[in-house]
């Protein structure tokens, strides 16, 4: 894939990156990406960073399917674990995560699996 999106493949259809916006969507889907999974809550880093609702207003617009499942960055429980295994079986790969740094989304996929 040739791009400028910052991503990095988890797996053979689920790749982590780092904070997307809005303009990142046309670009996920031009790519080959099929869905997008957010897992930052709102407002974590303060008022410039995109929120859930603009970011899913333009991957709907881009024709990808969107999902936010915000999640701690100091800890991921079994409940989130089990959401993002719940999303790994109902989403359309490949697949897109992200977070801050694209760390927290990794660990979540890995526990994810062990759900």
Do not use: W
């Amino acid at each position: 894939m040739n791009t400028l999106l910052p991503f990095q493949a988890i797996s053979e259809d689920v790749c982590v990156a780092p904070q997307l916006t809005p303009e990142a969507m046309a670009e996920a889907a031009r790519v080959g990406f099929r869905s997008v999974v957010n897992n930052r809550p709102d407002f974590e880093e303060g008022p410039t960073q995109p929120t859930s609702a603009q970011i899913e207003a333009a991957a709907k617009a881009a024709g990808l399917q969107y999902r936010h499942l915000p999640v701690s960055p100091a800890h991921q429980t079994p409940q989130d674990a089990a959401a993002m295994a719940r999303l790994l079986q109902e989403l359309p790969r490949p697949m897109l995560m992200f977070c801050r740094s694209g760390g927290r989304s990794g660990r979540l996929y890995h526990l994810a699996l062990q759900a």
